[in-house]
């Protein structure tokens, strides 16, 4: 820590009299990094006798605010910036309103000493933090967004483009602009990174981790190695940041307000290792874009001032200091991809996302064309050209459109340098050259190609250069995939992709005559299309069999409406969770073979693209395995099924390659702090001032937080969901690890005296799994060998089980009354643990929260499903008790152990892995052989889900899934420095991590006039003509929740 010297105390109210205290470390230290690299400066040239610059005064007057005690005698930490510090925590925490500020500050004020300094409004707590804030700019914008008033055109007073004034008309008073927008500076929130000595040293671990070919975070991935490639001198610099920008409108009076389209702009860093990068802390508002009119195409213009300063930290960077090393360096930036939904794809770069031409990949090498009856643009049969030269499927000309044989490759590639040529060539436009929304028609749009403008990103030196500028977003085209699929499986009216426009639509595209409207008014029921006892079976399945552990999922029944026959209200999420961990098997029973495993397909697709931990060869095969899938499913379902949301997944293999695991690319962590930044909306009246008011504060107290003590609660240090303590257990010497397992016991404990078979077996269980035992166990089975030479190796494992335990008893006592050095714990642990155990109903441990199974209490939740896994096994079973035993003695040693109620684990007896990874028991078969008990530190969780069946059959096999810890990022190894930082975010719901290793490809032939369409027929007035209700091609749902 520098040395300041003193401060003056002319700069506190003059009534104030310094009590004598101990300084607030640390707050003090908060201080000193929020002014880092101008503190240096502040205690240059003493001799001199010169007013403090506006800067040093804010410098020195937190200082005094931070040395001072709140009254004489008060408890040590407490000063007036701590205690501001913590009150603004408190308002941005909670979300409270400034006039609930004001009555606590008061109360406060009221209850401590006479002449306390405690701040007695909101009003002083802001002027008290106002020094830890981080800067902003107001900037006046057109009322039509033609332009903003900003570096050369700040003094003007009308619109260069349509000429309307700037100001209102305010006789007398202050100009007041008809329109602004919000700046906050990226670079000053990007040192402050390097100022905290909490994230200076994580900056770096992009550089310094090892992959050992493993893709679990971007910089392992294409594009980023890439980019250091081309520009070598930037990637020397470790400190320089990687950075991500995403952006998407929300109404901030909600669904039901009124009209109102606000559109923040974030900028992420990527430099963070996994267990911080995409928290809510490190997600910038860089851009607040005003409403209440959509930007459309006008977006470029309120992206200026941040591409300016883009430009500025690539080129020349700012003076950064790097309080890890304690080293001034320069900081540069490069920004890596966009992030957005399809729409906003097309607002961000330039290629209009509706449309024939609506895929930026594909571009005019598309096969796509319209309906004629649908008047909706098809992606049906377009995936063949992904297929094998050789495959089969393209040669068919029934399977898919009639008479159609498919001899070419996929679309080219284009690489940055091509596609700015394009733009070149077709005369795109800036927006910031011809004004807002006033673009002409570039030549051959809609024809030849998609670009309406050429986007500003193209400003940026380096952009041309990049892979993977723009990224598909993940999440929403999987929840629109859903939705269409369940919508048509379900025959949701008003939804469904099969209407009567989509059979008058079959004849002129498909060899499906079955399926055509007949003369007598009348069409074919479908495969693909659950029937009523099966809807009712799949949707009562949802709503009373499927349950998950705590905290895996929302409660899926609130989201089914069994007497519409659908699903209602679902979140994005929901979807997700449906998607990849029900669908794999809840059609087996209810739908035909080849519906069933089209669905399968693409479900799996989805899961194993969204893998934490990715290789090149898994990558290869989703590569491989999605052009058979999307054909399966052209064979099945209509050609109105496939709009450009059924096309896009052709194309995320590829950008998994380039950009990595698609957790750090979707919208969930966006869209979720959109949510937030919803919440904060105090001033109705003030809508976007009021959300950068409160983003402002809330960057402060997640600032501030770092330099609380530890005992201080907030809303990002909470305990976790399923909290395990966090600490192991203290003993006066070393023991093994198995007795010294983090975790949390919870609930009302019982007395529980073991039986002998139980403690003989328990005993002998944890010396089995106690490695300091190895050698005891060698000197015993050497002797057993010696003895009884011509004993089996069946025979020693046996004689083991029953007798090591005494041996070793008989062994370890014997050397140590001869003087020999045996472990303290061993003396004790030798004498077995106490017949009496507690026994309790929940332990919270390594991101599990196991819950024994109580039969007459009915849950939500499905918590005590355990796995346990051999060297050559894995075992599934139900949690039954958890039991604390102990062992008599002065050290007390003490493990958790968990008994359960195994099923059968023999492959194709008790155990069934079906060709999709989905994993089935036999839930009447049990383990033959009495062994219960297994160490909590040695079970994972897993849940158990039956099967949907139309039908009453007593069916025996249960499916099994296996459940991801919360909180934890299985198979990336991070620093354990940062694990108390990762505690104090908030928890977010995370996908399971899979193999890639799945097989995924269901190469299936289907005769079309028998497995395809049914011999029922249906009136054509129960078709509904969905296409007309769609006000689009796809749904863009805003994450709101938390």
């Not at 000063?79 to 913590?86: I, K, N």
């Not at 509706?354 to 049969?381: E, I």
């Not at 054509?1020 to 006000?1031: K, L, N, Q, R, V």
């Amino acid at each position: 820590m520098l040395d300041y010297g003193s401060t003056s105390q002319h700069y506190l109210p003059d009534s104030v009299e310094e009590p004598s205290t101990e300084v607030d470390v640390g707050t003090f230290q908060m201080v000193n990094d929020a002014f880092r690299e101008n503190a240096p400066s502040f205690a240059q040239d003493e001799d001199r006798v010169e007013q403090p610059n506006i800067e040093a005064r804010r410098f020195f007057d937190m200082l005094d605010a931070a040395n001072m005690s709140l009254y004489d005698g008060c408890k040590k930490g407490h000063s007036p910036l701590s205690t501001a510090t913590r009150l603004m925590g408190i308002k941005t925490d909670w979300n409270l309103a400034e006039g609930c500020v004001d009555a606590i500050t008061d109360f406060v004020k009221e209850i401590l000493p006479e002449d306390n300094l405690s701040p007695a409004s909101y009003y002083e707590v802001q002027k008290l933090v106002a020094g830890l804030g981080l800067p902003y700019q107001v900037i006046d914008v057109c009322s039509d967004n033609c332009m903003i008033y900003w570096r050369e055109d700040e003094g003007r007073t009308s619109c260069r483009f349509c000429r309307k004034p700037r100001y209102q008309d305010t006789s007398g008073r202050a100009p007041i602009p008809y329109k602004r927008m919000w700046y906050l500076p990226l670079a000053e929130r990007l040192k402050r990174l390097y100022q905290s000595e909490r994230t200076a040293g994580s900056m770096k671990w992009h550089a310094e981790h090892r992959s050992d070919g493993v893709i679990a975070h971007p910089s392992d991935a294409e594009a980023w190695k890439h980019f250091q490639s081309v520009y070598p001198d930037f990637a020397s610099e470790s400190r320089n940041v990687y950075l991500g920008l995403s952006t998407d409108g929300f109404n901030p009076f909600g669904k039901h307000g009124r009209q109102y389209s606000l559109w923040p702009v974030i900028v992420t860093p990527y430099n963070l290792p996994p267990s911080l990068c995409m928290k809510r802390e490190f997600l910038f508002l860089t851009i607040l874009v005003p409403g209440p009119d959509h930007p459309k195409k006008a977006l470029d213009v309120f992206l200026q001032p941040l591409i300016y300063e883009l430009q500025m930290l690539w080129e020349h960077g700012v003076e950064a200091f790097d309080v890890s090393t304690h080293q001034n360096f320069n900081m540069r930036a490069v920004l890596m991809w966009t992030i957005s939904d399809f729409p906003a794809y097309g607002m961000l770069s330039g290629w209009t996302t509706h449309g024939r031409l609506s895929c930026p990949h594909c571009q005019d090498n598309t096969n796509a064309f319209q309906l004629k009856h649908g008047r909706k643009t098809c992606w049906f049969d377009c995936h063949r050209r992904w297929l094998p030269e050789d495959h089969p499927y393209r040669w068919s000309t029934t399977l898919f459109k009639k008479n159609r044989q498919v001899f070419d490759g996929p679309p080219p590639e284009y690489s940055g340098e091509e596609i700015l040529t394009q733009l070149r060539d077709f005369g795109a436009e800036k927006t910031t050259v011809c004004g807002g929304v006033g673009h002409d028609i570039v030549d051959g749009y809609g024809d030849h190609h998609n670009w309406h403008k050429m986007s500003i990103f193209w400003a940026l030196p380096y952009w041309k250069d990049l892979l993977l500028r723009h990224n598909l977003d993940v999440m929403h085209t999987e929840k629109n995939f859903f939705d269409n699929l369940m919508h048509t499986v379900l025959n949701v009216q008003g939804k469904t992709k099969d209407n009567l426009k989509s059979r008058l639509d079959l004849p002129d595209i498909c060899s499906r005559r079955k399926l055509h409207v007949t003369a007598n008014g009348k069409a074919p029921t479908p495969r693909f299309r659950l029937d009523a006892a099966s809807k009712q079976a799949f949707l009562e399945w949802i709503m009373m069999h499927v349950k998950f552990p705590d905290g895996y999922a929302s409660n899926l029944r609130n989201c089914v409406n069994i007497g519409e026959g659908k699903f209602q209200g679902m979140k994005s999420h929901d979807c997700h969770v449906i998607m990849q961990r029900l669908l794999p098997f809840a059609f087996e029973h209810l739908l035909p073979d080849n519906v069933h495993k089209a669905i399968v397909g693409i479900s799996v697709f989805f899961r194993d693209l969204c893998t934490r931990t990715l290789t090149v060869e898994g990558i290869q095969r989703l590569e491989q395995n999605i052009p058979v899938i999307l054909c399966n499913l052209e064979k099945i379902f209509p050609p109105s099924f496939f709009d450009v949301m059924e096309h896009i997944p052709i194309h995320l293999p590829r950008e998994l390659a380039l950009g990595g695991p698609v957790q750090y690319r979707w919208m969930y962590p966006f869209e979720r702090y959109m949510g937030t930044l919803k919440k904060k909306v105090k001033n109705l009246a003030r809508v976007e001032g009021s959300i950068v008011a409160q983003s402002i504060n809330e960057e402060t107290s997640h600032f501030s937080e770092y330099y609380f003590p530890k005992h201080v609660q907030t809303k990002r240090r909470k305990l976790a969901r399923h909290d395990d303590g966090g600490e192991r257990p203290f003993y006066p010497v070393q023991v093994p690890n198995l007795f010294a397992e983090i975790g949390r016991l919870s609930g009302k404990s019982k007395k529980r005296r073991l039986t002998a078979e139980e403690h003989q077996h328990l005993h002998m269980y944890i010396i089995s799994n106690c490695e300091e035992l190895r050698d005891y166990e060698r000197i015993y089975l050497g002797q057993v060998r010696f003895e009884y030479p011509n004993m089996s190796e069946d025979d020693i494992q046996k004689l083991k089980q029953t007798e090591f335990c005494h041996w070793l008893k008989f062994y370890v006592t014997t050397m140590s009354s001869r003087g020999q050095s045996i472990p303290t714990w061993l003396v004790e642990f030798v004498n077995g643990p106490l017949y009496v155990a507690e026994a309790y109903p929940m332990y919270c441990t390594r991101g599990y929260a196991f819950k024994i199974l109580r039969p007459k209490k009915i849950r939500p939740t499905c918590d005590y499903g355990v796995s346990a896994q051999s060297s050559d096994l894995v075992y599934y079973g139900v949690l039954h008790e958890i039991l604390e035993v102990r062992y008599p003695g002065m050290i007390n040693l003490r493990c958790i152990v968990f008994s359960c109620d195994w099923y059968d684990p023999i492959l194709g007896r008790g155990v069934k892995h079906d060709e999709f990874g989905v994993t089935t028991i036999h839930m009447r078969k049990r383990l033959q052989e009495y062994d219960p008990f297994i160490l909590a530190s040695q079970a994972d969780q897993v849940c158990y889900i039956k099967y949907p069946r139309a039908t009453n059959v007593d069916d025996p096999w249960i499916t099994v899934t296996s459940i991801n810890p919360r909180g934890r990022i299985v198979g990336i190894s991070d620093d354990s420095e940062h694990d108390p930082l990762q505690q104090n975010t908030l928890g977010t719901i995370e996908a399971v991590d899979h193999s890639l290793e799945v097989d995924l490809v269901v190469d299936f032939t289907i005769d079309v006039d028998d497995e395809v369409f049914d011999d029922s027929e249906e009136a054509i007035g129960e078709f509904e003509d969905a296409t007309d209700s769609e006000d689009s091609e796809y749904s863009s749902e805003k994450e709101d929740e938390e």
